[in-house]
């Protein structure tokens, strides 16, 4: 009596059309992105050796105040540079656009510290929970 053998049944994965789907997501996804180009002031920042690690990312767009070197501000992404006296109508127009209510600020290490002094006063009274500063890390 004749024994019939099966066929041994191939295990082969065809990827090329996974691979072509994967790359067409990719290609779709840099179309369809909107880039937005953050604006830098040009401020020069203090130095330091040290280096601290952010524990967690920001999720939400957070307000950002430049001190420039005459101690005139400005608040990124916008080419007004505003007085000190200005603030706090400029900090009541942008308060809304950080849903965490933080604070960033960069500051011209020659700028003085009287002005950061009010600013970390109006940051307080306006209620920003979180206050962030910029500094250079200088590499050894």
Do not use: C, W
């Not at 767009?61 to 070197?69: A, M, N, Q, S």
Request: charged share 30%.
């Amino acid at each position: 009596m004749k024994i019939e053998r099966r066929k041994a049944i191939s295990a082969n994965l065809d990827l090329t059309p996974l691979i072509d789907i994967v790359f067409q997501l990719i290609i779709f996804l840099l179309v369809a992105s909107n880039f937005t180009q953050v604006k830098e002031a040009l401020v020069e920042l203090p130095k330091s050796e040290k280096q601290e690690n952010l524990k967690e990312q920001v999720s939400s767009p957070v307000v950002t105040l430049v001190i420039h070197k005459d101690n005139k501000l400005q608040l990124l992404p916008s080419d007004l540079v505003f007085k000190l006296e200005e603030l706090e109508t400029q900090l009541q127009q942008n308060i809304q656009q950080s849903k965490e209510k933080r604070l960033e600020i960069r500051g011209d290490k020659e700028s003085n510290l009287a002005t950061f002094v009010k600013v970390m006063e109006a940051a307080n009274e306006y209620g920003f929970k979180s206050v962030g500063l910029f500094k250079m890390v200088e590499k050894k």
